[in-house]
C-alpha cells in the first residue's frame, strides 16, 4: 500500500498504514481466543470502549471518503458515484454503500460534530442524531443549538436528552414567534414526554392543560418519597491494551498527519477501513453476546441488552436494537462472524449471508452458507451471493417439485440483471414456454454468423450483437409482457 511506512515504535503511529496495521492488530486481538478471557465484570467497559471507538472509525471513514469524492478519484476508476465505487470495491451491498455516503455529506456538514466523533467525545449515534435534530430546526436556531446539543453529548447527554434539548430550543423559539392566527388556549400545543439526563435518571417533561397539571401533581405527591441511598456499584476491571493500541491507530487516521496523504492511495485507505469495520463488527458481536450470554445488563438495572447500550454507550435505541440483532445474527452463523472477524469478509458480505440462507429450506443453510462464505472470501460482491443462493433454491425446487403445483411455474416467471465477480453483467431468468421462445428468436436474429471467418460460439454471438432498434424481423405476438422482455433484451444487447 502507498500509504507510508510502518513504524517500529509499538503502539505510536507514525502513517497511515502504521495506523492501519495498529488497528488491525488491536482488532484481532479483540477477535482472538484471548478476548475470551476477559472477566465478565469487565465486558461492559469493554463495551463502552468500543462505541467510543466506532465513532472515531466512522469519522475517519467520513473524512477519506469525503476526500476522495472531491477529487473524484471514484471516476478515474469508472464509477460515477462514490457509492458505487463502495460497493464494488469494499464488498458493501448497495443500500449500505448509499448510506456511508450520505453519512459522510452529513459530517461534512456538521464538522464540529466530525471533529467530536474523531476526538471520541460523542458517540456515533449521537453525532448523527445531533446532525438530524439541527436539520429540523429553524435556520437562525441551528448553529447555536447544534453547539449546544455537541456540549451537551460531549458531557454525557444520551440521544433521549438530545432530543429533549432541541424540542426546548423549539418551544423557546415558537414562544418569541408566535402565530397570529393561533388564538385558542393551547390545548392543540399539550404533549407528554419522558427522556432520560445525563445520569440516566428520568426526566418528565410536557404542556399540560391545568386539570391534567394538577392530576400529575397528585400522583408526583404520593410517589415521590425518598427510595433510600443510591447503588454504589464498583466499576469492571482496566480496559485491555488492545483498545489502547486501537485506539492510537484511529487518532492518528483522524488527525491532521493523515490529511497529508495522497489522493491515489485514498482508495486503499477505504478498501482496508472495510476490512477493518468487519473486524471490528465481529469483536463488538462477541462481546456483547458474552455480556448478554452473563446477563451483565440485568446487574446494571437494564431488563435487555439493548436498553443497556442505548443507556450507556450513547446509542439511538433503533441503532442499540440493531446491535443487538445483529449480534445474535452473528451468534447463529458462527463461520460468518469467524470468516469477517478474520477480515476475509465485509461486513455488508457477512450479514447478506446470514439473510440469503435464513430465506433457504434447512436442508440447504449450512452447504450453501459455506459457499456463499467462500465466494464472498475469493472477492464476490453482494450482487454475486445473491444470485448463488438464487441458483441453489432453484435447482432444490427442481428436486423438490410442489405436487400441487400444475400451472406450469407461470408464477415462478422472473427476468433479472446481475453482475459477475470480475463486473459484467449477467442475465438470469425462469420464463414461460411462449416467453422463453421469444427470446430464443431475438438471440437467434442477432447472432448469426459474421461470415466463414467468424468462429466465435453460439452464446459469443449472441452476447457480441448489435442490431438497430426495432430491425428485427420477429414481433411478438402474445401481447405487452412480450414486447416488454424484447425491449429488455435489446437494452441489454445494444446498451
Keep these: 500500500m502507498c500509504t507510508g511506512s510502518e513504524g517500529e515504535n509499538g503502539g505510536t503511529p507514525r502513517s497511515v498504514a502504521d495506523a492501519l496495521r495498529l488497528l488491525g492488530a488491536g482488532l484481532d486481538f479483540l477477535n482472538s481466543p484471548a478476548g475470551d478471557e476477559l472477566a465478565t465484570a469487565a465486558l461492559g467497559e469493554v463495551l463502552v470502549s468500543l462505541g467510543g471507538l466506532r465513532a472515531k472509525f466512522a469519522a475517519a471513514h467520513a473524512a477519506f471518503l469525503r476526500r476522495f469524492d472531491a477529487a473524484g478519484a471514484h471516476d478515474a476508476d469508472g464509477y460515477g458515484t462514490p457509492a458505487s465505487w463502495l460497493a464494488a470495491r469494499t464488498q458493501m ?4 454503500a448509499k448510506a456511508a455516503a450520505r453519512q459522510m455529506r452529513r459530517l461534512s456538514a456538521h464538522p464540529g460534530v466530525a471533529g467530536a466523533m474523531a476526538a471520541g467525545q460523542v458517540s456515533e449515534s449521537c453525532g448523527l442524531q445531533i446532525t438530524e435534530l439541527a436539520r429540523k430546526l429553524p ?96 466499576e469492571g476491571q482496566r480496559f485491555h491494551d488492545a483498545l489502547r493500541v486501537t485506539r492510537a491507530g484511529l487518532d492518528f487516521l483522524n488527525s491532521p498527519a493523515a490529511a497529508d496523504l495522497d ?3 485514498i482508495g486503499e485507505v477505504l478498501v482496508s477501513l472495510g476490512g ?18 452473563a446477563g451483565a445488563h440485568d446487574a446494571d438495572g437494564y431488563g435487555t441488552p439493548a ?36 477480515g476475509q469478509v465485509s461486513e455488508s458480505c457477512g450479514l447478506q449471508i446470514t439473510e440469503l440462507t435464513r430465506k433457504l429450506p434447512e436442508e440447504l443453510r449450512a452447504q450453501t452458507g459455506t459457499i ?53 453483467a449477467v442475465l438470469r431468468g425462469n420464463l414461460t414456454p411462449e416467453c422463453g421462445a421469444a427470446v430464443q428468436a431475438v438471440l437467434e436474429a442477432l447472432g448469426k454468423k459474421a461470415g466463414p471467418e467468424d468462429h466465435r460460439t453460439e452464446g459469443q454471438r449472441f452476447h457480441d450483437a448489435r442490431a438497430p432498434r426495432g430491425a428485427l424481423p420477429y414481433r411478438p405476438r402474445s401481447g405487452r409482457g412480450l414486447e416488454e422482455v424484447s425491449v429488455g433484451l435489446m437494452a441489454y444487447l445494444d446498451p
Design 307 to 342: 436498553s443497556w447500550l442505548a443507556a450507556r454507550t450513547q446509542m439511538t435505541r433503533k441503532d442499540a436494537k440493531a446491535a443487538v440483532r445483529q449480534m445474535r445474527r452473528l451468534s447463529a452463523h458462527p463461520g460468518v462472524a469467524g470468516a469477517m472477524a478474520a
Design 372 to 424: 456463499l462464505l467462500q465466494a464472498a472470501a475469493a472477492g464476490a460482491l453482494p450482487e454475486d451471493l445473491a444470485l448463488i443462493a438464487a441458483a441453489a433454491w432453484e435447482q432444490w425446487r427442481a428436486q423438490h417439485p410442489d405436487p400441487d403445483d400444475d400451472d406450469g411455474g407461470f408464477d415462478d416467471r422472473y427476468l433479472a440483471v446481475g453482475t459477475t465477480f470480475g463486473g459484467a
Design 263 to 265: 489522493t491515489a492511495a
Design 93 to 96: 451491498t448497495r443500500k449500505d
Design 139 to 234: 435556520e437562525e436556531l441551528r448553529a447555536q443549538t447544534g453547539t449546544i446539543l455537541l456540549q451537551a453529548a460531549a458531557a454525557g447527554a444520551s440521544v433521549d436528552d438530545l432530543t429533549l434539548i432541541a424540542a426546548a430550543a423549539w418551544e423557546q423559539w415558537r414562544a418569541q414567534h408566535p402565530d397570529p392566527d393561533d388564538d385558542d388556549d393551547g390545548f392543540d400545543d399539550r404533549y407528554l414526554a419522558a427522556g432520560t439526563t445525563f445520569g440516566g435518571a428520568a426526566v418528565l417533561r410536557g404542556s399540560l392543560t391545568p386539570e391534567c397539571g394538577a392530576a400529575v401533581q397528585a400522583v408526583l405527591e404520593a410517589l415521590g418519597k425518598k427510595a433510600g441511598p443510591e447503588d454504589h456499584r464498583t
Design 276 to 293: 477493518l469495520r468487519a473486524r471490528f463488527a465481529a469483536a463488538h458481536a462477541a462481546f456483547l453476546r458474552r455480556f448478554d450470554a
